[in-house]
C-alpha cells in the first residue's frame, strides 16, 4: 500500500511518497533514538543521539540552536566532514517557510527560493534567515563523553561515530526523515 502525504502550497502540490518497502527514519527527539524504518516496521533502533542545544521545535532563526520538526528529505551526503559523515536535510521545508513568513521571520523572496527548491526536488537554500545546514552526522573528533552527557549540537542530529557508520548502510540521497 502506498502512503501519499500531500502539501497544497501556493497552488501546486508536492507529493513525498511512502511506499511500504522504502526505507526512512523516525528521529525521536524527546526518547533521543533514531528508528530505521521500512514502512511501519521497525528495523532498528539506534539509541543515545544528541540533538540541538536549544531542544527541538520550530527553528525562529540561524542559530537558535534548535532542531527542526518536520519532514525532510537526505538532500546531499558528506563524506568528508568534520563530523565524519555528514548527511545534509532538505532544511527548511516548505512547511517551515511558510511558517517564517507568516511570522515575519523571512521575506517573499526567501519563502518563494526555499518552495521553488521543494517544487524541483532541489536542496533548499541554506543561507536564508531560517538558517541551513541541519543534517545527521558523526562527532568526528569531538569528545564521546560530552556527547553522552548532554545535546550539544547547533540543530543536527549526532550519533558517535561507530553509530554513523552503521546507520550509513541505511541512508541514501532522497531518504524520507521524519523529526518529531
Known amino acids: 500500500m502506498l502512503r501519499i502525504y500531500l502539501l497544497l502550497c501556493c497552488g501546486f502540490f508536492s507529493v513525498a511518497a511512502v511506499a511500504d518497502d522504502d526505507v526512512w527514519l523516525l528521529v525521536?527527539?524527546?526518547?533521543?533514538?533514531?528508528?530505521?524504518?521500512k514502512g511501519e516496521q521497525t528495523l532498528e533502533t539506534?539509541?543515545?543521539i544528541a540533538i540541538g542545544r536549544g531542544g527541538a521545535g520550530f527553528k525562529r532563526h540561524q542559530g537558535d540552536n534548535v532542531t527542526p520538526f518536520g519532514s525532510y528529505r537526505i538532500g546531499w551526503v558528506g563524506e568528508k566532514s568534520n563530523f565524519?559523515?555528514?548527511f545534509g536535510l532538505t532544511y527548511p521545508s516548505a512547511e517551515d517557510a511558510q511558517k517564517a513568513l507568516e511570522q515575519g521571520v523571512i521575506n517573499?523572496?526567501?519563502y518563494n527560493s526555499i518552495?521553488?527548491?521543494?517544487?524541483?526536488h532541489q536542496v533548499p537554500p541554506q543561507n536564508t534567515p531560517l538558517g541551513g545546514r541541519i543534517g545527521i552526522h558523526g562527532l568526528g573528533r569531538a569528545d564521546e563523553k560530552i556527547h553522552k552527557s548532554m545535546?550539544?549540537?547547533?540543530?543536527?542530529?549526532?550519533l558517535t561515530n561507530g553509530q554513523i557508520?552503521?546507520?550509513s548502510q541505511w541512508l541514501d540521497k532522497g531518504?524520507?526523515?521524519?523529526i518529531k
Open 115 to 120: 518552495v521553488t527548491a521543494h517544487r524541483f
Open 151 to 158: 545535546n550539544w549540537t547547533h540543530g543536527c542530529i549526532a
Open 84 to 86: 565524519r559523515k555528514f
Open 46 to 48: 539506534i539509541n543515545g
Open 28 to 37: 525521536d527527539t524527546k526518547a533521543l533514538t533514531i528508528d530505521v524504518k
Open 175 to 178: 531518504m524520507l526523515v521524519k
Open 108 to 110: 517573499r523572496g526567501a
Open 165 to 167: 557508520d552503521h546507520l
